[in-house]
């Protein structure tokens, strides 16, 4: 620890401040005035933190000494901590700060300093002490920032892991006291192995955070640290990078791409199978159900003929040669009765058929001994 005296606008200022990180003392700096001291301190999260305040007014008549602590938000807002009064001691610390603040020692004997353990960010802010007795009053301000360490940063990759590409990576602490310091570095698992990063690297300056390695080669493999740090601390994470060659890459998505075709195949000579059975299997439900168009009548069976159908045949086939015959007839007379039409200057003779006709009877056998010539007609 070293300490510098100085002058600030007529006022006599004396500084102390700890060499090394914040982590192992607290950084103080003060300077005396008119108004009493003004101390700076910085802290660490939930360490312990003495605000200090002393004097001499309550050694000759402690029956008239007060002693209040207030505080100064950095929105600007006031308020009473604790205060001494009466011989008696009054607080009005929030649901948050019980516990947690209270005079640090004999307060009666000339030491006001305030205590808070363990430090919340919320506890940042100016703090004054007052002290008043007989008419006579001392005042200590201290101006209280309290660091918070970053966060476990995490560790990301971004890009493909194949030889020739470009990889990215990002580090980022979610909470942290700005400004906060991102690092990256290679670490070190074998003797000989490098610490730095790739030759081909490049740091994004506008977020720290991002380191772009570009260009991978096989070498490029290995594990990698990001710290992220601050006044108050450090915290860091680690990623390992397994770079790909592409000759393998280019093997695996081959087998891949060879089993699920195989597999496709598989699948497709099954269902034809399938399909071509149940075409099968409805073709000879439906053949004896099919009408073609072009298949022959059934040919019918001849059966030798008995007596009794034998006669009824014969009956029904001379009945169908009396039709006949009669059909016969009936056009003979028509050509001749235009042929016996009378032409003039001719004689024509008239024949005409002899014998009953009925409309309703069977028409009988017809001979040329029944035709009869007709008388002749005047022309």
Known sequence: ?????????????????????????PAVSYYVGTLGTHTEIKRVAEERVTLPCHHQLGLPEKDTLDIEWLLTDNEGNQ?????????????NLTEEQKGRVAFASNFLAGDASLQIEPLKPSDEGRYTCKVKNSGRYVWSHVTLKVLVRPSKPKCELEGELTEGSDLTLQCESASGTKPIVYDWQRVREKE?????????????????????????TMSSSGLYQCTAG????????????????????????????????????TFLLVWLL?????????EEEERPNEIREDAEAPKARLVKPSSSSSGSRSSRSGSSSTRSTANSASRSQRTLSTEAAPQPGLATHAYSLVGPAGRGSEPKKVHHATLTKAEPHPA
């Open 79 to 91: 308020k009473v901590v604790i205060t001494y009064s009466s011989h008696h001691v009054y607080s």
């Open 274 to 282: 399938i399909r071509r059975k149940d075409k099968e299997r409805y």
């Open 230 to 265: 601050n006044e108050a601390g450090k915290e860091s994470c680690v990623v390992r990078v397994t770079v790909q060659h592409v000759q393998s890459i280019g093997m695996i998505a081959g087998a891949v791409t060879g089993m699920v075709a195989g597999a496709l195949l």
């Open 1 to 25: 620890m070293h300490s510098t005296e100085g002058e600030l606008g007529g006022l006599r200022v004396h500084k102390l401040s700890k060499d090394g990180p914040l982590d192992s003392g």
């Open 192 to 216: 000989g192995e490098d610490e730095h990063l790739p030759p081909r690297s490049r740091i994004d300056y506008n977020n720290p955070g991002r380191v772009l390695l570009q260009n991978l």
